[in-house]
């Protein structure tokens, strides 16, 4: 099985086979998604949080499918995922029926494709390091957020990979179809999200050692390959181009740059913890012995610069989570440096240790998330790829509903705020879900402020429950309308229900 560098010099033997573990590569491929299902099973079945709501119900349920490209008013409108999700949510809801964890179903099936794209790919290249980091690639739970998630960030991972692996095969092999072909999944990666411009961008940057750093250089390849990206985004936006400049001038985003590097950059050292110092070990190596290849080296340290100027440029830093398609390009240039480190290292043992801690890793990180979480970023309130709020079992809406439910049933009249930090679209959605009036749980970020109404129904009488986020949440609400205490009714770690007086 062909081995190569990312000068496509051929200097890799594999731990194990190459050719052995290729063609074994859709039984790998089994075991690796089965496993990864089984460890989202738990997550299938979580209540919709802020961003999916928005998507679901301002973007799939009330747009026809003809209408859903030209509704571009928020960047939430992953437009070539949310035409999926539509497709889908048509042939699921036929029966009348809305059972809303099958939304998850459209990333999970992308997540199938990008684990069988992983694993050939990076069987083909790296062979036995390939799989390992395949492997601890997939089987975290940042994977998974993305996989069971109602956005368009799996697909977006999906679309990237794909034309990583299309730029090689352009690389190789020029031709009409080629071209085609890295130019078909450029229009997919950016009419999902304008954002995966960043992955195109590393990839590029990835195969620049092979087209310029060489005694024959090769611009014309080069250059189609840097700016076809920027013309399938300019083809695909230009007769939305207003709206699309609107978006980004929103300049919503991170107020903090360093806690967003932070977080993209800790989420995706996480996961292959055990094997990035090995890595970067064997990369150090590759350049001692090929100094041919040393501009190869250094344009894959300056890959992981890519988001950077995300952070640190802009108005507002870039959420964290839009650069999650860069992941398996940082992925592949971590299984190059780490097969160099299997081929040159002589001590077995020292061979087999970081792939022993690897595996431990990752079986670690899968079950003690929220506390890797909470050690690395605090807490998931701010959204972390790691474990978010939105993702553990401590983020309750049906179970707050079902206390307001109750207490309606038993005759109560009462009146319901959701805060903005509470998610107060996930409650509005569980509302629905309940079958609750959509009265039930008054918000602003659906349209109107309510604080005439709510002061209005204190004077009748009605009992006044705050839903809120947190302590601080509940006071600076209680101060807003003008009112004077609260009792809690249920406490949460990112929920709290509150009467208040």
Not at 117 to 138: P, Q
Not at 277 to 299: E, H, Q, T
Not at 321 to 340: E, K, Q, T
Not at 419 to 436: E, I, K, R, Y
Request: include cysteine; hydrophobic fraction near 50%.
């Amino acid at each position: 099985m062909e081995q190569q560098t990312p000068g496509n010099t051929n200097i890799f033997s594999s731990l194990f086979s190459g050719n052995f573990l290729y063609r074994k590569r859709f039984l790998f491929f089994l075991i690796l998604f089965s496993g990864m299902l089984f460890a989202a099973l738990p997550y299938l079945f979580r209540a919709l949080w802020f961003d999916e709501v928005l998507t679901m119900e301002v973007f799939v349920h009330p747009l026809p499918l003809s209408r859903i490209y030209w509704s571009y008013n928020i960047p939430n409108n992953h437009i070539i995922y949310t035409l999926a999700q539509k497709l889908w949510v048509l042939f699921i809801e036929s029966s009348g029926a809305r059972p809303y964890f099958l939304y998850r179903f459209v990333s999970l099936f992308a997540s199938a494709a990008a684990v069988w794209l992983l694993c050939s790919y990076f069987i083909r290249k790296t062979s036995f390091a390939g799989l390992l980091v395949a492997f601890a690639l997939c089987l975290n739970t940042t994977f998974i957020l993305f996989a069971t998630s109602i956005r368009g960030y799996m697909f977006s991972f999906l679309f990237c990979t794909a034309a990583f692996i299309a730029m090689e095969k352009f690389v190789k092999k020029p031709s009409f179809f080629t071209a085609v072909h890295y130019f078909f999944w450029c229009i997919l990666c950016v009419g999902t999200i304008p954002a995966n411009l960043a992955a195109l961008g590393a990839g590029v940057g990835f195969f620049l050692p092979a087209l310029f750093f060489r005694k024959t250089r090769r611009m014309k390849q080069l250059f189609f390959l840097a700016v076809t990206p920027f013309a399938a985004l300019f083809l695909f936006y230009f007769p939305i181009a207003r709206k699309f400049f609107a978006n980004m001038d929103r300049g919503e985003g991170w107020t903090s740059p360093a806690a967003a590097a932070h977080n993209l950059y800790y989420s995706f050292f996480v996961i292959l913890a055990a094997i990035i110092p090995f890595a970067i070990l064997g990369g150090i190596r590759l350049m001692k012995k090929y100094p041919s290849l040393r501009w190869n080296v250094i344009i894959c340290f300056l890959i992981f610069l890519v988001p950077t100027p995300a952070f640190f440029v802009f108005k507002n830093a870039a959420f964290p989570r839009v650069f999650f398609p860069l992941f398996p390009i940082w992925a592949i240039v971590v299984s190059y440096g780490f097969a160099m480190y299997l081929r040159s290292e002589k001590n077995k043992w020292m061979k087999f240790l970081p792939v022993f801690l690897q595996i431990s890793v990752t079986i670690l990180l899968l079950h003690h998330a929220p506390k890797v979480s909470d050690f690395l970023f605090i807490s998931g309130r701010d959204d972390d790829l790691t474990m978010p709020y939105h993702l553990r079992h401590t983020f309750t809406p049906p179970v707050i509903l079902q206390e307001i439910q109750k207490r309606i049933q038993d005759g109560e009249k009462l009146y319901v705020y959701s805060t903005f930090h509470s998610d107060a679209p996930a409650n509005a959605f569980q509302v629905m879900v309940m079958g609750l009036p959509p009265e039930t749980v008054r918000t602003d970020v659906f349209g109107g402020f309510w604080e005439k109404e709510l002061l209005e129904r204190h004077k009748e009488g009605y009992n006044i429950y705050f839903i809120t986020g947190n302590e601080l949440d509940l006071q600076y609400n209680i101060r807003r309308f003008g009112l004077h205490g609260s009792e809690p009714v249920l406490i949460h770690q990112y929920q709290r229900l509150d009467r208040i007086y």
